[in-house]
């Protein structure tokens, strides 16, 4: 399965007033987005498909109805917020699913965001 870690920042680290601070937040915030992946990918081997947008990292923690083969929760506790007190973002589309944050602005789509790109395996590659 091909994975893609996209880091688009454009902030200037040296120029933050605390660059440790950021350069862990941004860490963290990667570091969490992988443990999703890790938790996805166990859900798809649990019900041979990855969650839908709709039902977003909260299928994670609680299961989907219908989710007959659900054997989670596949992460403890709630679904975390990012460093920066943001929910994170799920986006499950025909190819891939996309994990993003806004980053250190708060806003999506622009040069501070963080996402991370999974491929899809459909039944003919696996």
């Known amino acids: ?6 880091v688009l920042l454009a902030i200037s680290i040296a120029g933050c007033s605390e660059p440790d601070d950021q350069v862990e937040n941004i ?15 166990v859900y798809r081997l649990d019900l041979s498909s990855y969650p839908s947008t709709e039902d977003g990292l909260e299928a994670l923690v609680k299961s989907p109805a219908p989710a007959e083969n659900w054997n989670g929760p596949y992460i403890q506790g709630d679904v975390p917020l990012d ?8 986006e499950h589309g ?13 806003e999506f789509d622009n040069q501070d965001d963080l ?12």
């Open 27 to 41: 860490s963290a915030a990667l570091s969490t987005m992988l443990r999703f992946e890790k938790a996805l990918a």
């Open 94 to 106: 025909a190819e891939i699913f996309r994990i993003t944050t806004a980053g250190p602005d708060g």
């Open 1 to 6: 399965m091909k994975r893609s870690i996209l």
């Open 115 to 126: 996402v991370t790109e999974q491929k899809v395996r459909t039944e003919s590659e696996t």
């Open 83 to 90: 460093p920066w007190g943001k929910q994170y973002n799920y």
